[in-house]
C-alpha cells in the first residue's frame, strides 16, 4: 500500500512554479547519523556516486567527509534508488542531512512510491523524521516520514493552487 496517493500530492510537485528541487532533510543529525544513511546506501544496494568538486572516488567515512579543511568544496553524492529517481546529498554540516531531489522524476504513483520508501527506509534506519520543504525553504514542509506512524505522510495544511 502507498503511503501517499499521487492524486493528494500532485499539487506539490508541480513543475510550473519555482523550485523543481525541494530540499530534504533531518535536523539533530550527528556524524554517526551521517555514516548511518551511507552504510543504509551501500546495505541496499543503490546505485551512487560521490564526487568532490567535479573528481568522482570512492565513497569515504562520514568523519572523513565532514571533517574536510575549510573552504574545501562540498562533497555531493548521488544516489538512485531506481534508475530514474535520483537523490543528492551535500555534506554542509554533520548536524543535518540534507539532500535534494528533481520534482520532474517524480511525476506519478510509482515513482512517489519510490520516493516515499527511500525517506522511511532513511527515516527507520536513523529513526527520525525526514522532511520535505519547497526548494531553499525549511519553514513550510510539504510531506515526510513520521517516526510514530512509520509512514511517509503529508505535513502541508492545505492543498496548494
Not at 493528494?8 to 523550485?19: I, S
Not at 506519478?108 to 522511511?120: A, G, P, T, W, Y
Request: glycine share 6%.
Amino acid at each position: 500500500m502507498s503511503d501517499l496517493l499521487w492524486d493528494d500530492v500532485k499539487d506539490f510537485f508541480n513543475l510550473e512554479g519555482e523550485g523543481v528541487l525541494p530540499d530534504v532533510w533531518v535536523r539533530e543529525s550527528c556524524v554517526e547519523d551521517w555514516q548511518a544513511v551511507l552504510d543504509l546506501i551501500v546495505d541496499s544496494g543503490w546505485r551512487s556516486a560521490y564526487s568532490e568538486g567535479n573528481v568522482v572516488m570512492p565513497l569515504p567515512c562520514a568523519e572523513q567527509v565532514l571533517s574536510r579543511p575549510a573552504g574545501a568544496d562540498c562533497p555531493s553524492l548521488s544516489v538512485w534508488p531506481t534508475p530514474d529517481v535520483e537523490a543528492i546529498f551535500r555534506f554542509y554540516s554533520a548536524d543535518e542531512i540534507d539532500f535534494d531531489v528533481d520534482l520532474r522524476e517524480l511525476q506519478d504513483q510509482e515513482r512517489l512510491d519510490v520516493f516515499c520508501s527511500f525517506l522511511r527506509a532513511i527515516g527507520r534506519r536513523l529513526g527520525k523524521p525526514v522532511v520535505m520543504t519547497p526548494e531553499g525553504s525549511h519553514e513550510h514542509p510539504v510531506l515526510g516520514f513520521d517516526v510514530g506512524a512509520d509512514r511517509v505522510v503529508l505535513l502541508a495544511d492545505s492543498q496548494v493552487s
